[in-house]
């Protein structure tokens, strides 16, 4: 059960708790299996379950499900679900998890969880009776948990197709739905992890981050949830409002495609390498507050594999650079405001380029078709990643046949190592695998992790019970049963 | 002479700022915490852990320029619009004058400058032009309905008789007859071309996204106001007082010119 | 009872004394006549009264009206002040009407309102001035415009009233008219000072004249008008006219205002146009400049057919047909020396060089005794006369063939008049320039032209000689203004 | 008058379809579309290609104009691209916060903006006229954030008088939630407005009719209403015009900071989300309105220069 932040006396129930979000305005909707802005994922949260979600250490932790057996070949797997029941009484039973992922993975949708649950071999997996499922894979894969924590695995009853007014089995039961403005849920007494202490359950929308801090400083909404490093510092002190930090949670980095000039020079990789001020790029990018990163991604998550930390090194870098040929070179630096912190962190980053000779020219793109944009034609953007196992960030991002491969990082020997781990049973065995990728990618990926920053809230000094250790993205994060009004 | 100080002042110190400041920055690019006050930073630090002071002295050149000229430019084209459609008598020509530009003011501006954003980033003219496409309407039409009053007056007619040309006699009695209401407008419009200019780098047109600029700082700061209002507070106060400035100078000069103006009759 | 008294006032503008240490008084019940050569300072005299003066112009001694004392912050509506050009103290955006009854309703309770606004207009001469109470300014004729001035003058029945040339503009019979209404408004306790050039008005209806001479202000008799002396206008031979105009139908927004007028100017030929105040005489002016597009007809300049609209004449159509507004003051821009703006005829429509031009147009000024200290003045530092005077010398420099002037003589004393008219004369007969005089002055008619045409409700109801049209006039719109401006018949009902 | 205002409504028709077509190109010509856009960050090029097809993005340009005029002009807006409601509902929901916060706005900033312009004339050169226009300017030179930040710090967090948001409340049901953002949108339209309006009253009250009617003893307050200002207002109208169109429209940052669902946040909102429909019926409000606004400011041009009639 979550720990909780400095103790706001003993839990207790009732009251209702109003969470501001950032939305995606009168577009959302409460299909589960269609969200992908934070606040789809809270009000997701609340309504449904998935079988698994992730504990602090990105590790599955089971929910709906109460453990999975893989066979020893990792290509069958045997769930058995907990004792769960749907708002309208409804149990949860296998069927409804065949359907759902069904779902999710039916041809020409384009569902979130849709590429980590095609590993599923559906018409092969079955119903053993209504509390188990047998899923054939269509490949072994040891870290197949995973895949049924993934962001949109929720779990509805057979046969929803209309979800105006969705039935989950999640701590809060649908009271009313604005799109762009409010969601309301009430207290779902018999939910399978106790049921939840507050009686209502209030997300409201508004995407400017002053007005989420200026709601919650005028006791408007009790919790606010992605406030700025700034905000933070400003508020933290003054005790008006409780400034929660959620750990490990954005990854930042740079993206160079490796697959053509000027970085598919490994000398130029590596001169960028050395040529980071990581400590410089924390102190002013995440304004002191995150980790200095050490260019490989998932830092405190299971599976990291820790190196000598890497340090600027400008001498070296100029050598580097000089082997590469491109002293003087100027390079197109792709950033843009999709996400807090990029565009700092490319200024700085041109500033410490200019000391080797280095000219990156950065370069404001569209702030909505960012990522889209940069996995096609930049040569070097700046990044940023939420959290994630490090398989899921191995598989998404860094296999030949990954869809977001945005460093153009294909690599068979790497792919054919990712397979061998997937079909390893054994933990210790896997992870040593996983570390010799991790290594490679120290050495020459085309990723340059170079700082991790901590995911902020905002909460009423009467909030009791938010796990401020668990990353975003997490189980415990953007999540109210456990959470009560003192 | 004495009556020019204060405005004078006002109008100078941002001004001289502006042009000298770049010749005493220094080029040090390395960055402290962001947001920070004091730490041997006069005016702290910004967004990005720089100094302060030193983007001040960095942040005004491109400003005064991109926005002097964009509004000079709005006011060469649309003035003489303006005069066009309000004084002619052809009800044709002024429709095919002003109603394509009522198009442009019905075009929501902030999707105008998304396009030009993704069409020619980068560019100070592009910026100028956008600035002069969004004022351009509005002076149009505050200046022909200024002339359409004044172009009946028996004066007019009395030159037209003389067979002066049109345009003479728009600059030197219509244009003159309105140069207050031209001279209040062309005040807030300065100012207005300022905040369009950073709005519009905010964006990605115009100003570099790392490069100083005192509107620009304004917006970027923002942010860390309660952290370290210097940030925000110097580079608004000179566009503030440039701004006052201006108008206060408009104001002053007119006045002056119809004192002389009334004791020489 | 002394509604006014004037002690020591002394006036200074620039450099010239207009008035040197001034005693006088106004007695209620009394017309007081002010006399004096255009530019003399009549004007500046009466706003000196009010309590005005503009800068440029130096004023001391003291003047008391009513037992209080006036100065800038006098209180206002005491005196009554019908300014000397009407068109400039109208609001062009209000309608007469409610002007009207917004200084009505200061003065009766509301009811009343209407019955006082439509009393004032009676007093001044609008009997059917219902009809202008919705009307803008710009959609009266000179005449009528002064008139509502007048009447927003009498509605609050002031107890001084300084009217300022208000005869000037009307035809002989509302003049007639208006001057027994003075008389009746003098009569009900009111002072009257009555500054004006019209010396047989003087001499009808005023009680007392005090002249303005060389800077002195004396009591003084009206002395005997002098008349034009008759240029004998020679016989024309029958020449190809100059103007034709055929058919002319032209209007306003709610109806014609001219309707079928025909004309015929030949070179050289002097025609005096008559009506009554509203007749469409300056309609008909205006048609013919091209500053109004009349609805059917013809212009022709020999021959030639005139576009309605100005801008397709050529240059030299403008040079050759010119126009003398009837409101002088308002035709000059106020931001430059009248004389630069005289001098622009020539270098447009004449060819000169900036120079020459301006060399050309003080001459001209000065022979009409408008010295170049004066005009290098913008036009708020002219008289009225002055400015009139200027403004033809500004058509004149054109060079026309025709020559429209709209009562360019209203604003003159009788000896500027007639020089005037005399130089008038001359320039055309050198020339051999048509002339179009639209006048109210029937013996100025009389002395100059060869031909007279009369309008009546936009219509040409008679013409013919000059000398046969006054003497033996058939209409009886002619015979109103024959009679009415013959002195001895004013102010009778006609 | 009638014949006029007609001659411009149908010219109206022609200025709208004319902004259909530009902002149609302008949507078209930023990067990314709606299928890229839901496909989400960090998107799988596969899926945003299905998308497309699904969308029917994936058809020629011109096609799909066609298609949205022809029902457009059946009165048919279509639905949105990303949600599940229809452009008439996203625009029925956005229409009414903005029309009350512009309209509550317009209703201050007319006496407000007039009254200020009309002192300052009147103390021309002195010290009200210099603090006036100092003040109004210094204003309309900060920026509009920061004044939106300190008011709610002053007001909403520290004094408490009012909320700092409009978060989950209704505007017409509390009042209070309009009175911070109302204050904010007032701050710049009012220093332009009332400049011109002190610049039209400078010159009105210098003009002989003005003197003339001293003389006759009318009230300086009705010599000031009725007889300055009627000659003053006319450039004014006409940033008035341009201040309505702008209120209704162009108020983003004010609908953020206070959370105010309107239209400049759903116009915001689709723009990002390239929601070309929703886009244009947004546009097309935005056009009818701009239109109107400004065919009102061309009739008051008209009225308050009667003269003008002459020549046309
Ligand atoms: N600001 C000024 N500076 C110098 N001279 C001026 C100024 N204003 C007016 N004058 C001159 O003062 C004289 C008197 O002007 P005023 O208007 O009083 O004359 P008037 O007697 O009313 O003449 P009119 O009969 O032509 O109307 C004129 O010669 C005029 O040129
Ligand atoms: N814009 C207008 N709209 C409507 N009626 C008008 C307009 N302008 C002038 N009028 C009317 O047309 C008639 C003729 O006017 P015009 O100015 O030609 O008269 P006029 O003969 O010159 O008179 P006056 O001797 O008083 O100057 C008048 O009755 C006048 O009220
Ligand atoms: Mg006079
Ligand atoms: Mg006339």
Redesign the pocket.
């Known amino acids: 059960s979550p720990s909780g932040a400095p103790a706001v006396g003993a839990p207790q129930r009732g009251g209702r708790l109003r969470a501001a979000f950032a939305g995606g305005g009168s577009a959302e909707v409460l299909d589960p299996h269609d969200c992908d802005l934070y606040v789809e994922i809270a009000r997701a949260k609340a309504l449904f379950d998935k079988l698994a979600d992730y504990g602090n250490d990105m590790s599955p932790q089971p929910r709906l499900a109460e453990r999975w057996e893989p066979a020893a070949d990792l290509l069958t797997w045997r769930i058995t679900l907990r004792q769960a029941a749907f708002h309208d009484g409804r149990p949860v039973r296998a069927a409804d998890v065949l359907h759902s992922y069904a779902r999710i993975t039916e041809p020409g949708s384009s569902r979130r969880a849709k590429s980590s649950l095609s590993v599923i071999d559906l018409p092969g997996s079955r119903a053993v009776d209504d509390r188990t499922i047998e899923f054939r894979l269509k490949r072994p894969y040891a870290e197949f948990p995973n895949a049924l924590a993934t962001l949109g695995a929720y779990i509805i009853p057979e046969g929803t197709t209309d979800f105006a007014r969705p039935v989950g089995s999640g701590p809060f039961k649908l009271k009313s739905f604005e799109p762009g403005r409010a969601f309301l849920g009430e207290r779902n007494p018999d939910y399978f992890d106790g049921a939840p202490l507050l009686d209502e359950l209030e997300i409201v929308v508004t995407n400017d981050e002053a007005a989420r801090v200026n709601a919650l400083l005028g006791k408007q909404v009790e919790y606010a949830n992605d406030l700025t490093l700034t905000s933070a510092r400003t508020y933290e002190a003054g005790g008006q409002i409780r400034v929660l930090r959620l750990p490990r949670s954005n990854f930042h980095g740079l993206a160079m495609k490796v697959d053509r000039p000027p970085f598919d020079r490994p000398e130029l990789r590596e001169a960028m390498f050395h040529l980071i001020d990581r400590e410089e790029l924390v102190r002013s990018v995440l304004q002191g507050s995150g980790q200095v990163g050490n260019d490989v991604y998932g830092q405190g998550y299971r599976y990291y594999a820790e190196m000598p930390q890497r340090k600027q090194d400008l001498n070296r870098a100029r050598d580097l650079v000089r082997k590469a040929g491109a002293e003087g070179m100027t390079i197109d630096f792709d950033t843009s405001d999709a996400s807090t912190g990029l565009k700092e962190a490319a200024l700085a980053i041109s500033d410490q380029a200019r000391q080797i000779g280095l000219n990156l020219n950065v370069r404001l793109g569209n702030k909505d078709t960012y990522w889209s944009d940069i996995a096609k034609n930049s040569v070097l953007a700046s990044y940023r990643s939420g959290g994630m196992p490090l398989d899921s960030h191995f598989s998404q991002r860094l296999l030949t046949t990954s869809t977001t491969n945005n460093t153009a990082w294909r690599r068979p020997e790497f792919d054919a190592l990712y397979n061998t781990a997937q079909s390893t049973l054994d933990e210790r065995g896997r992870a040593e695998i996983y570390a010799r990728m991790q290594r490679q990618l120290f050495e020459e990926g085309g990723f340059v992790w170079w700082g991790v920053s901590d995911w902020i809230v905002g909460s009423a000094p009467n909030v009791g019970g938010i796990d401020d250790a668990s990353p975003a993205n997490t189980l415990n994060w953007a999540r109210f049963d456990k959470v009560w009004l003192a | 002479m004495i009556k020019y100080l204060l405005p004078g002042a006002l109008v100078a110190v941002p001004v001289v700022l502006a042009l000298l400041g770049p010749l005493l920055a220094s080029e040090d690019t390395t960055k402290d915490v962001a947001f920070l006050l004091g730490g041997g930073h006069l005016f702290g630090t910004d967004f990005l852990g720089r100094d302060v002071a030193n983007e001040v002295l960095l942040g005004g050149r491109s400003l005064v320029i991109t926005a002097l000229t964009a509004t000079a430019c709005t006011y060469l084209l649309a003035v003489p619009m303006g005069l066009v459609a309000g004084m002619t008598r052809s009800r044709l020509l002024d429709e095919v004058l002003m109603r394509p530009l009522d198009v442009l003011l019905a075009l929501p501006s902030m999707l105008m400058l998304l396009l030009l954003a993704a069409l020619a980033p980068g560019n100070m003219w592009v910026l100028v032009g956008v600035v002069v496409l969004i004022n351009l309407p509005d002076v149009v039409r505050i200046s022909r309905a200024a002339a359409l009053s004044l172009s009946t007056r028996p004066a007019v007619e009395a030159m037209r008789l003389q067979g002066e040309h049109r345009a003479r006699i728009a600059v030197s009695y219509v244009a003159r007859a309105m140069r207050r209401t031209l001279a209040a407008d062309l005040g807030t419009r300065l100012t207005g071309a300022i905040y369009l200019a950073a709005s519009a780098s905010f964006l990605g047109v115009g100003v570099a996204p790392g490069a100083s600029d005192w509107a620009a700082m304004v917006d970027r700061n923002r942010s860390g106001l309660f952290l370290q209002p210097w940030a925000v507070v110097v580079p608004a106060v000179l566009v503030v007082v440039l701004s006052v400035g201006v108008n206060l100078l408009f104001d002053r000069w007119l006045r002056n010119r119809d004192v002389n103006f009334l004791e020489?009759? | 009872m002394t509604a006014v008294v004037a002690h020591d006032v002394t006036i200074t503008?620039?450099d010239?004394t207009?008035l040197s240490a001034a005693s006088f008084t106004l007695q209620a019940g009394q017309i007081t006549a002010l006399v004096?050569?255009?530019?003399?300072?009549?004007?500046?005299?009466?706003?000196v009264l009010l309590g005005e003066t503009?800068?440029?112009?130096a004023v001391s001694g003291s003047v008391r009206i009513e037992g209080s004392t006036v100065d800038s912050s006098f209180g206002p509506g005491t005196v009554g002040y019908i300014p000397?050009q009407p068109s400039a103290a109208l609001n062009p955006v209000r309608r007469v009407g409610s002007v009207l009854a917004e200084i009505a309703r200061l003065h009766v309770p509301k009811a009343q309102v209407r019955e006082r606004v439509l009393e004032a207009l009676r007093q001044a001469q609008m009997p059917d001035g219902q009809r202008y109470l919705r009307r803008f300014p710009h959609q009266l004729s000179g005449g009528q415009q002064q008139r509502v001035v007048l009447a927003q003058a009498l509605i609050g029945r002031p107890g001084v009233l300084i009217a300022?040339?208000p005869t000037t503009g009307q035809d002989p019979v509302i003049r007639a008219q208006l001057a027994t209404e003075l008389r009746a408004v003098a009569e009900q306790g009111i002072a009257i000072l009555l500054?004006t050039?019209d010396l047989d008005l003087v001499r009808e209806i005023a009680d007392r004249v005090l002249v303005?001479e060389e800077g002195r202000l004396a009591e003084s008799d009206v002395d005997s008008p002098i008349r034009p002396e008759p240029v004998e206008p020679q016989e024309r031979q029958a020449a190809d006219p100059v103007l034709r105009v055929r058919g002319l139908r032209a209007g306003h927004r709610d109806g014609d205002t001219l309707h079928d007028v025909d004309l015929e100017v030949a070179p050289g030929e002097r025609v005096a146009v008559l009506g009554r105040s509203g007749s469409g005489k300056t309609t008909l002016a205006r048609c013919i400049a091209g500053l109004h597009r009349f609805r059917s007809g013809e212009i022709l300049l020999d021959g030639q057919s005139l576009s309605p609209v100005l801008r397709r004449r050529s240059r030299e159509q403008l040079a050759r047909v010119q126009y003398v507004f009837q409101d002088a003051r308002a035709s000059f821009s106020e931001f430059t020396p009248v004389l630069h703006q005289v001098a622009r005829t020539a270098e447009r429509l004449r060819g000169l060089d900036r120079t020459e031009a301006r060399a050309r147009a003080a001459d001209e000024l000065a022979a009409l005794g408008l010295p170049e200290s004066?005009a290098m003045?913008r036009a708020?530092?002219?008289?009225?006369?002055?400015?009139?005077r200027a403004a033809l010398v500004r058509a004149m420099l054109a060079g026309p063939d025709v020559l429209i002037c709209d009562e360019i003589t209203s604003?003159?004393?009788a000896r500027r008049r007639d020089d005037l008219l005399g130089n008038l004369a001359e320039l055309q007969s050198n020339t051999g320039c048509a002339l179009l005089m639209i006048t109210h002055d029937l013996p100025a008619v009389a002395a100059l032209s060869h031909r007279v045409l009369v309008f009546d409700e936009g219509r040409v109801v008679e013409h013919g000689r000059a000398g046969e049209v006054l003497d033996s006039p058939n209409h009886p719109a002619t015979r109103a203004l024959v009679q009415a401006s013959s002195p001895k018949t004013a102010g009778q009902e006609i | 008058m009638i014949g006029y205002v007609a001659r411009r409504l149908l010219l109206g028709v022609l200025q709208v379809l004319l902004v259909a077509v530009g902002v149609f190109a302008l949507t078209e010509a930023l990067p990314g579309d709606a299928a890229v856009t839901i496909a989400g960050d960090y998107p799988d090029p596969a899926v945003i290609a299905g998308l497309r097809e699904q969308l029917g993005l994936d058809r020629p340009v011109w096609e799909r104009f066609a298609d949205w005029l022809v029902a457009a002009s059946q009165g048919d807006l279509g639905t949105s691209l990303v949600g599940p409601r229809s452009v008439v509902e996203v625009i029925g929901a956005a229409i009414g916060p903005s029309s009350l916060l512009a309209g509550l706005a317009l209703a201050l900033l007319v006496p407000l903006s007039t009254g200020l312009g009309m002192l300052a004339a009147h103390r021309e050169g002195g010290r009200v006229d210099r603090a006036i226009t100092s003040t109004t300017l210094g204003l309309y030179a900060a920026p509009e954030f920061a004044m939106a930040i300190l008011l709610v710090t002053v007001f909403a967090v520290q004094l408490g008088w009012f909320p700092p948001t409009a978060i989950g409340g209704s505007l017409i049901a509390d009042p209070a939630l309009l009175v911070l953002p109302v204050l904010v949108l007032l701050l710049r339209p009012i220093c332009s407005l009332s400049r011109l309006v002190r610049a039209g009253v400078i010159d009105a009250q210098r003009s002989p009719h003005v003197q003339h009617v001293r003389r006759l003893g009318l009230s300086p307050a009705r010599i000031r209403f009725c007889h300055v200002l009627p000659n003053a207002a006319v450039p004014a109208v006409q940033q008035l015009a341009r201040t309505a169109d702008w209120l209704l429209g162009g108020v983003i940052v004010v609908e953020a900071i206070f959370v105010v669902p309107g239209l400049g946040t759903a116009l915001l909102d689709a723009v990002s989300a390239r929601d070309l429909p929703v886009v244009q019926g947004l546009a097309l409000v935005f056009a009818c309105t701009t239109v109107l606004v400004n065919l009102g400011a061309d009739i008051a041009a008209r009225v308050l220069s009667p003269a003008s009639e002459v020549g046309r």
């Not at chain 3, 708020?380 to 009139?388: D, T």
């Open positions: 020489a009759r | 503008a620039g010239r207009l004096g050569e255009s530019g003399s300072g009549k004007t500046t005299l009466a706003r503009s800068g440029g112009i000397q300022d040339e500054l050039h303005i004066s003045r708020s530092g002219l008289s009225g006369g002055e400015l009139q604003g003159l004393d």
